[in-house]
């Protein structure tokens, strides 16, 4: 579910919800690796950059990112977006947030992204193993 849009992105409605979203996630020890499939992984990857996230796993905590290599714009100012997932494993229950940061070329144009961020809650389930 979307949650606050702080950083004012286009076509982010607030307590918007998406159903189905495939994410895979690979664990290699404590590494983890997080792909976005589908048309969700697509849109991702055409507004971020990469569908792939990396991050770790420490018990029941995961935590993913990725830093945005798509140039995106906002009148004058340039900028990339860092997602950063943060969840919790319960049995074969996931719940987290996402976070998206402006990271911007820093010019007086940006002042509006600066620090800005955006937050989108998560919930899923894994197979059974």
Known sequence: MNHENGCNFDNWMAGQTSMAIPLTMTQDGAQVIGTLDGVSGAFFALWIGSN??????????????????????????????????????????????????????????????????????????RPPH
Request: aromatic letters at 4%; hydrophobic letters at 35%; proline letters at 0%.
């Open 52 to 125: 792939t996230l990396l991050g770790e796993v420490d018990g029941t905590k995961i935590s993913l990112a990725v830093h945005g290599t798509n140039k995106l714009h906002s009148s004058t100012c340039a900028y990339t977006v860092t997602a950063e997932a943060s969840a919790d494993l319960t049995g074969d229950a996931i719940q987290g947030e996402m976070t998206y940061r402006a990271v911007t070329d820093k010019s007086a144009a940006c002042a509006a992204l600066e620090g800005c961020v955006s937050k989108q809650a998560f919930t899923g389930t």
